[in-house]
């Protein structure tokens, strides 16, 4: 992509879902993408949605999170291009000028969910979410578990104003090992889980309160 990045792979992994985000300011593509990289998507981005259609012939997407109003083409304009490409790649649009008929004509163009911008991370992993399983399409299982302890275990350690270095000094724990558990980039053996959580001083259930 000359004007954004292209889908870099998601080290661990194993579901290839593709997300593009076509958005004419770069500080929302980034943000974007850092949500749903978190989340185990492969993200590309792209400022310039005269580039849709050329992307599209490279790359599979499975869903596309589009800003309704950009200079060039409209977000209404692009999903009409998504569909015509690939009527199965769902498209969510987001706007920060948000009203009632424009929500009604991007529902009736096919869209699958309609956003308010700045928008939020809980909102925007959920109306991926459902678009995607509304394909049947979803990360696997085991995937969304370590996903959501590794968060479980990011938000209590911050709520406890823990450093990395200072969690891995409690559980005798490397940081290099710790930081890969939150990421979700490798799975914790029981013992590991039962240390953290006793450093945490929460009980081991808990880490799986999200599950």
Do not use: W
């Amino acid at each position: 992509m000359v004007d954004g990045r292209p889908f870099a792979p998601v080290k661990g992994a194993t579901m290839d879902i593709r997300a593009l985000v076509v958005d004419d300011d770069q500080d929302s593509c980034d943000l974007i993408e850092r949500i749903l990289k978190k989340e185990g998507y492969r993200v590309g981005t792209l400022t310039d949605p005269r580039k849709v259609e050329d992307e599209l012939r490279k790359n599979d997407v499975h869903v596309a999170i589009v800003d309704l109003k950009m200079p060039e083409l409209s977000g209404l304009d692009v999903a009409e291009i998504i569909k015509k490409h690939d009527s199965d790649c769902s498209v969510i649009l987001m706007t920060g000028y948000a009203t009632l008929d424009s929500a009604v004509s991007a529902l009736r163009n096919g869209v699958s969910d309609y956003l308010k911008k700045p928008v939020r991370e809980d909102e925007l992993v959920g109306a991926v979410r459902r678009a995607l399983a509304a394909k049947g399409l979803a990360l696997l299982p085991e995937e969304e578990l370590h996903r959501n302890i590794g968060s479980a275990i990011r938000d209590l350690r911050k709520k406890r104003t823990l450093t990395l270095k200072q969690l891995a000094k409690r559980t005798g724990l490397s940081v290099s090992l710790l930081s890969q558990i939150e990421r979700a980039e490798s799975s914790a053996s029981v013992t590991s889980l039962y240390k953290i959580a006793h450093a945490l001083k929460i009980r081991l259930p808990e880490l799986f309160a999200r599950v």
